[in-house]
T-cell receptor
Framework: DSGVTQTPKHLITATGQRVTLRCSPR?????VYWYQQSLDQGLQFLIQ???????AKGNILERFSAQQFPDLHSELNLSSLELGDSALYFC?????????????FGEGSRLTVL | GQQLNQSPQSMFIQEGEDVSMNCTSS?????WLWYKQDPGEGPVLLIA?????ELTSNGRLTAQFGITRKDSFLNISASIPSDVGIYFC???????????FGQGTRLTINP
């Protein structure tokens, strides 16, 4: 158990819909990262927050947005969903600004868009 | 942007065999890491490397940070069934706030 909690574990929805994925980082971790893993693909970095502020952005689509709340949990919002958005979405956390490079990953939220 | 090329994409080996996989980058990294993902789980850190030329072991796993800082390899000796999974390399550039991941190597072991 990494200590990172993601909900929901599975989500099935239709094209055009909007979903919210939630992440609670490890106790004491200030940084939260979101990654997307498509079938047979590596982990694509989406966005990073540190203590409530956006710190780094990857190839995140404009239809996607995220935020980190004062209690340090984070939400990833995916809107106008397309079939190609079906993927495993991982949240990871680290104590600070990736000093050691170690990320602690949650179990992921599997999104299926039909 | 930074890209990591990880090879091989998949491996099918017999239990007891040694395994070798590597990762190359188009740019220099200051940190190389190797993660393993078990089915239905998130990736877990296996080994972290912070210095060019560094060779680090974790049990049957050995990883090296290439001298050019553009590559790294991971070796697994005497593979066992629980080694099955997807292995990812990851790198971080100077001052970067994110890890760049390779495409992964899927390891399958025949008993």
């Amino acid at each position: 158990d990494s200590g990172v909690t993601q909900t929901p574990k599975h989500l099935i929805t239709a094209t055009g819909q909007r979903v919210t994925l939630r992440c609670s980082p490890r106790s004491g971790d200030l940084s939260v990262y979101w990654y997307q893993q498509s079938l047979d693909q590596g982990l694509q970095f989406l966005i990073q927050y540190y203590n409530g502020e956006e710190r780094a952005k990857g190839n995140i689509l404009e239809r996607f947005s995220a935020q980190q709340f004062p209690d340090l949990h984070s939400e990833l919002n995916l809107s106008s969903l397309e079939l190609g958005d079906s993927a495993l979405y991982f949240c990871a956390s680290s104590v600070g600004l990736l000093n050691t490079g170690e990320l602690f990953f949650g179990e992921g939220s599997r999104l299926t868009v039909l | 942007g930074q890209q990591l090329n990880q090879s091989p994409q998949s491996m099918f080996i017999q239990e007891g065999e040694d395994v070798s996989m590597n990762c190359t980058s188009s740019s220099i990294f200051n940190t190389w890491l190797w993660y393993k993902q078990d089915p239905g789980e998130g990736p877990v850190l296996l080994i972290a490397l912070y210095k060019a030329g560094e060779l680090t072991s974790n049990g049957r796993l050995t990883a090296q940070f290439g001298i050019t800082r553009k590559d790294s390899f991971l070796n697994i000796s005497a593979s066992i069934p629980s080694d099955v999974g997807i292995y990812f390399c990851a790198g971080r550039g100077q001052g970067a706030q994110k890890l760049v991941f390779g495409q992964g190597t899927r390891l399958t072991i025949n008993p």
